[in-house]
């Protein structure tokens, strides 16, 4: 297991942007996927993006083209820049992360990722 920690969420009118950021150690694994996930009150945690070690990148289709998944790996830094952001992308994220993924074989479920941060809430009015 990996040590995360999730932060920037916060609360924005809808429109605005985050971005959040997750900490992680130095990844030494040659295959490996990051992700990010959300999750309402009483509903699943769900995928909202993810990339691997390959360098490919995937977004949940309520997403795509308005989040951007990227990394810092001089700084052991993953982020998800959120723009344009609606009402119904209130929730709590989570930074995971899973080894031994590749995203060429498909978007991973949440029972894949072994280690998990704590969440940071996102609220969109």
């Known amino acids: 297991h990996v040590q995360l920690v999730e932060s920037g969420g916060g609360s924005v009118q809808a429109g605005g942007s985050l971005r959040l950021s997750c900490s992680a150690p130095?990844?030494?694994?040659?295959?490996?996927?990051m992700g990010w996930f959300r999750q309402r009150p009483g509903e699943d945690r769900e995928w909202v993006s993810g990339?691997?070690?390959?360098?490919?990148?995937d977004y949940a289709n309520s997403v795509k083209g308005r989040f951007t998944i990227s990394t810092d790996n001089a700084k052991n830094m993953l982020y998800l820049e959120m723009n344009n952001l609606k009402p119904e992308d209130s929730a709590m994220y989570y930074c995971?992360?899973?080894?031994?993924?590749?995203?060429?074989?498909?978007?991973?479920?949440?029972?894949?990722?072994?280690?998990w941060g704590q969440g940071t809430q996102v609220t969109v009015s």
């Open positions: 990339l691997d070690g390959d360098g490919l990148e």
């Open positions: 995971a992360h899973a080894v031994g993924w590749r995203l060429v074989w498909g978007r991973p479920d949440a029972s894949h990722f072994g280690s």
């Open positions: 130095r990844n030494s694994y040659s295959s490996y996927c």
